[in-house]
């Protein structure tokens, strides 16, 4: 909800000082309102949030779940299917601030994800691989971008730089290097994105938050004083809804109100994950035709570059964004050219076992930035949409707990308001 600024003037004194700050916080209380904390001499107050629905059970709505629940705050978190059931699920999973991405904002948005990121591993227990990753491309036209995209890293100080085959192979010594100069980006790490929006599940429940899947969200009518949310299963009573609905927010911001596409179509990736092999991969390794990475646990997860084969039955099939292959055979047939296009750069990945092959259908803002923020004019109502959401999940859980219970506007978040689309 939007900030109410309150100025109270301040009392010289210890003492005295923390006497007006009790009364303060007395007078509020009684009004209904909560103190956000102190900006100068400025006091934002909000009226009190008790009750979020979220809308989406993927590693966004996961993490403002866990953050939200937490601090105390009512939380019920509805799916159409499940936790991490679609992108969250099928998900490369690179942690990254990788490129110096415009405007500046993103880059620190993403740079301050990754220290969240430490914190939250520790948190929740939870493993998070830091090994850095190596990229590199055949094509000298990417190569002379990626050589620009270092430059520009290291001039705000990131630990990043070109390096040659030898030092590459002392980063992973599998890996055929072969005339080729590689980008090291040693900040960098992986994660088991499915593990970790089940264990931000988890965690968000144990603090007292509901999760009610399968539920289809068919409508959010904001009304005086709170929210309704509509499902398949009747209808519940909120005082703020977070949508973080992946590729299905076009359908929902429609509804509320929203006249244009917030979301460009979403693409569909193969990510290939074996069953866990001794370690083999030190880094994330991302290349022209594949990217592959090793998680803590020894599965290696490969990702492909060039999107399925652009064919009439194949667009048929992708039309309903499956999740996974019809048949076996089909998805061990796509898996193993997705191995093998790995194994010409890593040849000890040819001939592993395959545990899963599913299809990660990306959400993927018009503009390619992040949507974060109230909806303009409707401030019950809160939008959580990204591609990078797996790099950014714990600062978007933490912000928006903040914006949502603190009553704040956090300028960290300037370049993603909605209204930019508009």
């Not at 030092?167 to 010594?173: I, M």
């Not at 960098?188 to 539920?215: C, F, I, N, Q, Y």
Request: hydrophobic fraction near 45%; charge should be positive; charged fraction near 20%.
């Amino acid at each position: 909800m939007p900030s109410v600024l309150i100025r109270v003037t301040e009392v010289q004194g210890g003492k005295s000082q923390r006497s007006a700050m009790i009364r303060r916080r007395a007078f509020l209380k009684a009004a209904g309102l909560v103190a956000a904390g102190s900006f100068g001499r400025a006091f934002a107050v909000r009226p009190q949030v008790n009750h979020v629905a979220i809308v989406g059970a993927g590693i966004i709505g996961a993490s403002i779940a866990y953050y939200l629940s937490r601090r105390g705050c009512e939380v019920t978190l509805f799916d159409k299917t499940g936790p991490a059931a679609q992108a969250s699920g099928n998900s490369f999973a690179w942690l990254n601030a990788s490129w110096f991405d415009r405007p500046d904002g993103y880059y620190d948005l993403r740079k301050k994800s990754l220290h969240e990121y430490r914190w939250l591993g520790t948190e929740l227990d939870f493993p998070v691989r830091w090994g850095g990753s190596l990229e590199w491309y055949r094509s000298a036209t990417q190569q002379q971008d990626l050589h620009k995209g270092v430059d520009r890293l290291r001039s705000r100080g990131e630990p990043v730089a070109m390096i040659g085959v030898r030092d590459a192979s002392r980063l992973e010594p599998r890996l055929r290097a072969v005339g080729n100069e590689f980008a090291w980006s040693r900040a960098d790490g992986a994660v088991d994105s499915a593990a970790l929006t089940h264990a931000l599940v988890e965690r968000a429940l144990a603090h007292g938050a509901r999760l009610l899947a399968p539920a289809m969200v068919n409508a959010i009518n904001a009304r005086a004083g709170g929210v309704v949310v509509t499902t398949d299963a009747g209808e519940l009573a909120v005082d703020t809804v977070v949508v973080a609905a992946g590729t299905g927010a076009n359908a929902l911001t429609r509804q509320l109100g929203i006249g244009v596409k917030l979301l460009a179509p979403a693409t569909a990736g193969i990510i290939v994950t074996t069953r866990p092999v001794e370690p083999l991969l030190n880094t994330v390794c991302y290349a022209d035709d594949c990217h592959f990475l090793q998680l803590p646990d020894g599965r290696v997860v490969i990702g492909e570059k060039g999107g399925p084969p652009k064919t009439a039955a194949h667009r048929a099939y992708l039309a309903e964004q499956p999740n996974f292959y019809p048949d076996d055979s089909l998805a061990a047939e796509h898996a193993r050219r997705v191995i093998d296009a790995a194994g010409t750069h890593v040849p000890d990945l040819v001939g592993l076992q395959i545990e899963r092959v599913g299809v990660g259908w990306r959400p993927l803002p018009i503009d390619g930035l992040p949507i974060i923020g109230h909806i303009p004019g409707n401030p019950r109502i809160y939008l959580a949409s990204m591609h990078s959401g797996v790099t950014l999940a714990p600062i978007v859980g933490r912000s928006v707990a903040m914006e949502i219970l603190d009553g704040l506007r956090l300028e960290s978040l300037a370049d993603f308001r909605v209204e930019r689309l508009l």
